[in-house]
C-alpha cells in the first residue's frame, strides 16, 4: 500500500494521490461486515488551508456489506466520506480551544503517513453505530412457528379440586 513519506510536503505542494483498495486489506472493519470482497475508490489531496496550515481532504466511495443488528443479514451502506483533516506534528501541544473546536479536525504525524490505515480510520469513524434495514425484523422472528405458552398447562389445572 501507498506510504507518503513527507505528509507535509505532500500538503504544501498540493500532490494528489488516488486510486483503490481491497476492502480484505481493510482487517479492522472485517467484523462489522458479511463479507470482505470488493473494493473502496479514495482520493488523497493535500493543500494548504486559510491560516496555511497543512491540511489533506480525503474522499472515500463505495458499498460496504454491513451486518444488520437484527437479522444479521447484509445491509449494503453507500460508502460517502468526505474529510478534511488538519495535519499537526505528532505531540504537538494544542490548546484546549483549539481542541474543542468541532470545525476542525486534527491529524497528528511524525511525517510518514500510511494511507491505507488513514483510509480505515476515517471509515470506521463514518459508519453508523448500529446498522439495520429500514423495515426488518428480529432475527428468526418468522421462522420461530407457533410459540407455546409456559403457564398454558397451570390455565388447564385452573378450577381443579385436589
Known amino acids: 500500500m501507498k506510504r507518503i513519506s513527507d505528509a507535509f510536503a505532500f500538503a504544501r505542494d498540493g500532490r494528489v494521490l488516488k486510486g483503490t483498495l481491497a476492502i480484505s486489506g481493510l482487517e479492522r472493519l ?9 473494493e473502496l475508490a479514495y482520493h488523497l489531496e493535500g493543500f494548504k488551508g486559510a491560516r496555511g496550515e ?14 444488520c443488528q437484527r437479522c444479521l443479514e447484509a445491509v449494503p451502506y453507500d460508502l460517502d466520506v468526505d474529510s478534511r483533516l488538519e495535519l499537526v506534528p505528532e505531540g ?3 490548546s484546549q480551544d483549539e481542541l474543542e473546536d468541532d470545525t476542525r479536525d486534527f491529524l497528528p504525524v511524525a511525517r510518514e503517513l500510511d494511507v491505507a490505515e488513514l483510509v480505515e480510520d476515517e471509515i470506521l469513524l463514518a ?9 426488518c425484523g428480529l432475527p428468526s422472528a418468522a421462522d420461530a412457528g407457533e410459540r407455546i405458552n409456559p403457564f398454558a398447562t397451570l390455565a388447564g389445572l385452573k378450577g381443579k379440586p385436589n
Request: neutral net charge.
Open 92 to 94: 504537538a501541544d494544542l
Open 127 to 135: 459508519l453508523p453505530v448500529a446498522p439495520r434495514h429500514e423495515k
Open 54 to 67: 497543512s491540511m489533506l481532504r480525503l474522499v472515500v466511495t463505495g458499498v460496504l456489506p454491513l451486518v
Open 30 to 38: 472485517h467484523d462489522l461486515l458479511t463479507r470482505t470482497d470488493g
